[in-house]
């Protein structure tokens, strides 16, 4: 397990990385990152949490050797303020360079809508969290 926190504790929030590695076999290995607040810490900060998930490939399904991915991101309700997230994927899917992006969207206070307008998101995750982002604040996709 690593950790890094970046950032101060504003309002209960330290843009901390945290990213595991799970061998689940010779030739699997599952990497499991977060960063931010869960749902269950949000709550505990004093924020009204909202969360969307999303299955997704690490890159777009029809280019050969497209691995799934899980993506979790959590918003509060009233503002839209990206609070954290949770993403699993298998290595070799970047998953450090998306938990760094959300957790630099984290330190800028940025809202979930924010996060998928980034030139940095990887497009096999854009329209998917787009979508999900659009619903989330009433925005029509």
Known sequence: MNLLI???????????LRAS???????VTVV????GLG???AE?????PITTSLDTW?????YPNARPMAIRIIGDRPTGRCLGAQILGRYGTEVSKRIDIIATAIYHHM???????LPELHAAAEQPMR????????VDP
């Open 44 to 48: 505990n900060a004093g924020f009204d």
């Open 58 to 62: 690490d890159h777009k399904a029809y």
């Open 111 to 117: 809202t979930v809508p924010d996060l998928v307008h």
């Open 21 to 27: 590695e799970l061998k689940l076999s010779a030739s």
């Open 32 to 35: 499991v990152a977060r960063t």
């Open 6 to 16: 970046i950032g101060g504790s504003d309002a209960g929030i330290s843009a901390a």
């Open 39 to 41: 749902k269950k810490e």
């Open 131 to 138: 979508s999900r982002a659009n619903v989330r604040s009433g």
